[in-house]
């Protein structure tokens, strides 16, 4: 029989993502409004370590919904990743009456809850990171607000490089996948969108396309280079070098990571933070919650975590083909 679930936490891990607060506000009132009390706990695993806990009520989430960043504040917090320190986070957990926790971040953080789980304290995780890189998930919270920021920088980058006649590489994160990327170059017009999971490397092929696009009469040529390639500024030198076309590189960098959530951000936030909310104090453990074909449902972590993610074929090829 599953064990009463009196008291619930909270934490956001990991890097932060808009929409983190809107879904502590979700996990917060569905929690109460289920007659279960919740803490918040500061700064991802590191604060369970330290003991951070905080009463929340209806009204510490009040305000928040419309904001960036995490109230709670996060971390990476390495030593979490030792069984020991797990052990010893799940006897804090315990002496506060902690019966379960609802995680929000990546699949890193998705760890940390598999490993407390294991260890007796109940844990839901909730998809929270700017990257869209978990695989049993169609969406991430944070992806659509930052695609969004990245969207309109790369708009004011092709202004200036179109009254240069520039070449301008654009650098967005996304760790090692390429989501950032894919959406933002298309929805940016990129004349090439290099991502970590498809870019073959092959440089002459870039610059054959540039000088091509360039004898088009093209006036610019906007390349979006995804963070797990990197190197833009050594790529832009090398290009001006080869063909003779002024380069330059913009790391867009964390102002992807903050802001406002959009509706959309703040809507899946919501919706996931009450159903982590829901299955945690209905007794559930290890689960995810996710967005698949078009609905919210949860999976067990080892079977989240065992779950393979790529960028679609035709997707990709169309982007090449629009590019032209
Ligand atoms: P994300 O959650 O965005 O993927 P990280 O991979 O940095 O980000 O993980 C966030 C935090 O989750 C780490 O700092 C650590 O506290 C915890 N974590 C990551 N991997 C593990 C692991 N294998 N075991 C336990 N905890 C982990
Ligand atoms: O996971 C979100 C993310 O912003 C990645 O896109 C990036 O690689 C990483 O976090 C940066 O992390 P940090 O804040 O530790 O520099």
């Given at each position: 029989?599953?064990?009463?679930?009196?008291?619930?936490?909270v934490l956001?891990?990991?890097?932060?993502?808009?929409?983190?607060?809107?879904?502590?506000?979700?996990?917060?009132?569905?929690?109460?409004?289920?007659?279960?009390?919740?803490?918040?706990?500061?700064?991802?695993?590191?604060?369970?370590?330290?003991?951070?806990?905080i009463d929340?009520?209806?009204?510490?989430?009040?305000?928040?919904?419309?904001?960036?960043?995490?109230?709670?504040?996060?971390?990476?917090?390495?030593?979490?990743?030792?069984?020991?320190?797990?052990?010893?986070?799940?006897?804090?957990?315990?002496?506060?009456?902690?019966?379960?926790?609802?995680?929000?971040?990546?699949?890193?953080?998705?760890?940390?809850?598999?490993?407390?789980?294991?260890?007796?304290?109940?844990?839901?995780?909730?998809?929270?990171?700017?990257?869209?890189?978990?695989?049993?998930?169609?969406?991430?919270?944070?992806?659509?607000?930052?695609?969004?920021?990245?969207?309109?920088?790369?708009?004011?980058?092709?202004?200036?490089?179109?009254?240069?006649?520039?070449?301008?590489?654009?650098?967005?994160?996304?760790?090692?996948?390429?989501?950032?990327?894919?959406?933002?170059?298309?929805?940016?017009?990129?004349?090439d969108i290099?991502?970590?999971?498809?870019?073959?490397?092959?440089?002459?092929?870039?610059?054959?396309?540039?000088?091509?696009?360039?004898?088009?009469?093209?006036?610019?040529?906007?390349?979006?280079?995804?963070?797990?390639?990197?190197?833009?500024?050594?790529?832009?030198?090398?290009?001006?070098?080869?063909?003779?076309?002024?380069?330059?590189?913009?790391?867009?960098?964390?102002?992807?990571?903050?802001?406002?959530?959009?509706?959309?951000?703040?809507?899946?936030?919501?919706?996931?933070?009450?159903?982590?909310?829901?299955?945690?104090?209905?007794?559930?453990?290890?689960?995810?919650?996710?967005?698949?074909?078009?609905?919210?449902?949860?999976?067990?972590?080892?079977?989240?975590?065992?779950?393979?993610?790529?960028?679609?074929?035709?997707?990709?090829?169309?982007?090449?083909?629009?590019?032209?």
């Amino acid at each position: 029989m599953s064990k009463e679930i009196k008291t619930i936490g909270v934490l956001t891990s990991g890097g932060d993502a808009p929409g983190m607060n809107a879904a502590i506000r979700a996990v917060v009132r569905k929690a109460i409004s289920n007659g279960v009390a919740v803490k918040g706990i500061k700064k991802g695993y590191m604060g369970i370590l330290n003991e951070e806990f905080i009463d929340m009520d209806q009204k510490s989430v009040a305000d928040i919904i419309q904001k960036g960043g995490t109230i709670l504040g996060t971390a990476r917090c390495l030593e979490f990743k030792e069984p020991d320190v797990q052990k010893y986070g799940a006897e804090i957990c315990r002496k506060h009456n902690i019966d379960g926790i609802v995680v929000i971040g990546g699949d890193g953080s998705y760890r940390g809850a598999q490993a407390l789980a294991r260890q007796g304290i109940n844990t839901i995780g909730i998809p929270g990171t700017i990257d869209l890189d978990i695989a049993c998930t169609e969406y991430t919270i944070g992806f659509d607000t930052a695609i969004n920021t990245a969207m309109e920088a790369i708009d004011k980058v092709r202004d200036t490089s179109s009254s240069h006649e520039r070449c301008s590489i654009i650098e967005v994160m996304g760790r090692n996948a390429g989501y950032i990327a894919l959406w933002t170059g298309v929805a940016n017009g990129a004349e090439d969108i290099l991502l970590p999971e498809k870019y073959d490397y092959n440089e002459q092929e870039l610059i054959n396309n540039i000088v091509r696009s360039r004898k088009r009469g093209k006036t610019h040529h906007i390349i979006v280079n995804a963070e797990g390639i990197g190197h833009s500024t050594s790529m832009a030198k090398r290009i001006e070098a080869a063909t003779g076309i002024e380069t330059r590189a913009t790391i867009l960098g964390y102002l992807q990571r903050g802001g406002n959530p959009t509706c959309k951000d703040r809507f899946y936030a919501s919706i996931m933070g009450a159903y982590a909310a829901d299955i945690l104090c209905q007794g559930k453990s290890n689960r995810v919650v996710a967005y698949k074909h078009g609905e919210f449902v949860d999976y067990d972590i080892e079977e989240a975590l065992n779950m393979e993610k790529s960028i679609d074929e035709y997707q990709y090829e169309i982007c090449r083909k629009l590019s032209r």
